[in-house]
C-alpha cells in the first residue's frame, strides 16, 4: 500500500503493535531529560520493530508531513532527514547532463 493510499484509508491502524498503548511512549514530554528521550525512543522503537505496520505508519507520517512523534520507528528528527535527503536526490538527479 503507498503513503498516499495510507492517507485516505487507515485500516493498517486496526494492526498496528501499539494500538492501545500509552501514547506518551511515542511523543516527548515537556523537558524530557535527553537520557529519559533516548530510552523513552528506544523503547518505542522496539515496539516498531515488532510491527506489522510500521511500514505503513511510516508512510503516513512522511506523507502527511506529521511534525510530532515517533511513526513507524522515526522520530520527527528522522522524518525530516528522509525528506531532506530525498529532496537533495531528486534535485541531483533532475540535473541537466551535460555533453
Not at 69 to 93: D, K, P, S, Y
Request: glycine share 8%; net charge positive.
Amino acid at each position: 500500500m503507498s503513503g498516499e493510499a495510507d492517507q485516505g484509508n487507515a485500516e493498517w491502524q486496526q494492526f498496528s503493535a501499539c494500538r492501545g498503548s500509552n501514547t506518551e511512549l511515542f511523543y516527548p514530554r515537556d523537558g524530557e531529560a535527553q537520557h529519559v528521550r533516548l530510552r523513552r525512543e528506544r523503547t518505542a522503537k522496539q515496539l516498531c520493530d515488532a510491527c506489522p505496520v510500521a511500514r505503513h505508519c511510516a508512510d503516513y507520517a512522511l506523507m502527511s508531513k506529521e511534525r510530532h512523534g515517533i511513526w513507524g520507528g522515526m522520530t520527527a528528527q528522522e522524518r525530516r532527514n528522509h525528506e531532506r535527503r530525498a529532496r537533495f536526490a531528486v534535485a541531483r538527479n533532475s540535473r541537466p547532463v551535460s555533453l
